[in-house]
């Protein structure tokens, strides 16, 4: 005879695919509901809804599988259906919950088409050593990788995306120059060095020669200014990990040109900081008329014959009362 299909035991169907190295070879989203749901129906389980996520299991915080737990929590359903362990949990806050919840008889059932479980204490031994082993392939795949960057910087080769006027040749896995935005690059520079261009200048002369942002408008200045014009990489060096390394790259400028335009910079810089006078009564005194905020200004005056010019600082009432109308006039700061 035939088993039957048991609603008292209800099953949240759970399918999970980021996109991580590690889930490169892992089934689709579509592969994994086409097994659950065979495998689902074969064993007569009770599905009462499908839920899919696409995102990470490396660190805690996924919406999806969170309040898959909450409504289990709430009795929504009594176990959960899913292609491995590995993808309801990789970090050991979330494996450490759903075996809490397993311990606490909120869940019930685990059900895998890969995996076999069931809630006895060599049961959940074995998957505690599930979560484990996903964990640890996790740590492992991320030392490796950064065991891989490091491998590079030490040959000269900056990781990640090149900047504009160079290219990431996917066979060699190296940086080459761009033959076409790389004259642009280094006419930037030039530009630059003569001190006679600003920053914005700059940005618009990349615009008319194609260098434009993803969102088709011009770069913006902090990006020109800190991407561009005072990024190593163009006279063959390159950052990583807050420090300057060599490249093996072909630089597109001399560090003679690149320091020129590092001191147009600084010397732009310092214009833009000019200590201004101090204002030190502000937030002491209300008007004695109107009761508001007593604000301060600085007037310029240039004294014709002695080509002398000075700054002087006047506090007034902000006049900002909507009930009164205030007389009160500006009074100096040596007055005060």
């Known amino acids: 005879m035939n088993a039957t299909i048991n609603p008292s035991q209800k099953f ?10 590690e889930d490169k070879q892992i089934l689709s989203i579509d592969a994994q509901l086409t097994e659950l749901r065979e495998y689902a129906a074969r064993e007569r389980l009770f599905v009462v809804e499908e839920l899919i996520e696409k995102q990470s299991a490396k660190i805690p915080g996924r919406p999806i599988f969170n ?40 869940i019930k059932y685990l059900k895998f088409p890969q995996f076999w479980f069931e809630s006895t204490p060599q049961g959940k031994f074995m998957l505690q050593i599930a979560f484990g082993q996903s964990k640890y392939f996790v740590d492992s795949l991320s030392e ?27 066979r060699t896995k190296t940086i080459v120059i761009d033959r076409k935005n790389a004259p642009i690059i280094r006419q930037a520079f030039e530009m630059f060095a003569t001190g006679t261009y600003r920053i914005m200048d700059i940005a ?47 630089p597109l400028i001399t560090k003679k040109l690149f320091d020129q335009v590092q001191e147009v910079w600084k010397r732009r810089s310092r214009s833009w900081h000019v200590e201004r006078p101090v204002k030190p ?12 905020m007593v604000t301060a200004e600085l007037h310029n005056k240039h004294y014709r014959g002695t080509n002398r010019d000075a700054t002087y600082v006047y506090y007034r009432c902000t006049k900002k009362s909507k009930t009164l109308l205030c007389h009160q006039v500006f009074i100096r700061q040596e007055e005060l």
Not at 12 to 21: C, G, N, P, Q
Not at 281 to 292: D, I, N, P, Q, T
């Open 12 to 21: 949240f169907l759970y399918a999970r695919k980021s996109t991580d190295v």
């Open 204 to 250: 618009d002369f990349l615009a008319k020669n194609g260098l434009i942002s993803r969102y088709g408008k011009s770069y913006r200045i902090d990006r020109v200014s800190h991407l561009i014009l005072s990024n190593p990489f163009y006279y063959g060096h390159f950052r990583y990990a807050g420090e300057i390394h060599e490249g093996v790259h072909t």
């Open 144 to 170: 490796n990788t950064k065991r891989g960057l490091r491998q590079k910087v030490r040959m000269g080769v900056m990781p990640g995306r090149a900047p504009i006027g160079y290219q990431n040749d996917p």
């Open 67 to 106: 309040s898959m737990m909450d409504r289990i929590e709430k009795e929504e359903a009594s176990g959960i259906v899913s292609w491995h362990p590995d993808r309801l949990a990789r970090n050991s806050v979330d494996g450490g919950k759903l075996i809490y919840l397993i311990d606490q008889g909120v």
């Open 281 to 292: 009564y502000l937030g002491l005194f209300r008007c004695g008329e109107c009761s508001m």
